[in-house]
């Protein structure tokens, strides 16, 4: 069957440290994968996408790796903050002509001061 | 700049009562549209996507129903709510054939009692 699976529910880290966090995925062949952040009772709001072409892309303190063959990626929060303290999400477009995202059911971040 | 509107915020309704959600997008045209829910801890599932006025795909069997009378707004249905139908309830929009980013709603927190 076809699965996203975000590596833990929860991860609890000490600010400063680097944050990772993995999404697996099995029989899809994405066109591109997205990271998403959600906080507790509001929408989700995308932070990073990446193109099965690409490896690795960057925005700030956020890096994101897409390896299609292993089907993972993972999403790294670096120099970490209590403020980013959330749930995160990774999506895929699963090419089947569907024009929606499917979604990881997530990861609940805590940075601890 | 492109905005997104979802009502209501909470919602508490007795089984068996109608529903209607409403979302509308401004500052953009011909998006797709989408309406997802999120159970407690739980990733997003897609209930309905459009890509333009009538058209609407149905992801999964359910009580609920989905429209799109005009361009930039989605509507959600039900004619009977059932104790199943309590969630989180999201609207989103995206790029109409670049399934690039979904920008979402504040979100609905849906009661049945």
């Known amino acids: 069957s076809q699965k996203i699976e975000q590596n833990s529910e929860a991860l609890n880290i000490q600010e400063g440290k680097t944050a990772t966090l993995t999404c697996n995925y099995t029989n899809y062949s994405p066109a591109y994968l997205q990271w998403y952040r959600q906080d507790p009772g509001r929408g989700p709001v995308f932070l990073l996408l990446i193109r099965e072409n690409e490896k690795e892309k960057r925005k700030e303190r956020l890096k994101v790796t897409f390896d299609t063959t292993l089907k993972q990626s993972l999403f790294h929060i670096t120099a970490s903050q209590p403020a980013d303290s959330a749930t995160y999400l990774c999506a895929l477009d699963i090419r089947t002509g569907r024009r929606a995202l499917t979604f990881g059911s997530g990861t609940r971040l805590q940075v601890q001061p | 700049s492109q905005t997104i509107h979802q009502w209501p915020a909470t919602l508490v309704q007795p089984v068996g009562s109608p529903l209607s959600l409403e979302c509308t997008v401004e500052?953009?045209?011909?998006?797709?549209l989408y309406w997802y829910r999120q159970a407690a801890g739980r990733g997003l599932q897609l209930l309905f996507y459009s890509v333009g006025i009538g058209q609407i795909s149905s992801e999964v069997p359910q009580n609920l129903s989905a429209s799109r009378p005009q361009d930039r707004q989605f509507i959600l249905s039900s004619k009977k709510l059932l104790l199943s139908d309590s969630g989180f309830y999201l609207c989103?929009?995206?790029?109409?054939?670049?399934?690039?980013?979904?920008?979402f709603g504040q979100g609905t927190r849906l009661t049945v009692v």
């Open positions: 989103a929009w995206s790029v109409l054939l670049r399934n690039t980013e979904a920008f």
């Open positions: 500052g953009t045209s011909n998006p797709n």
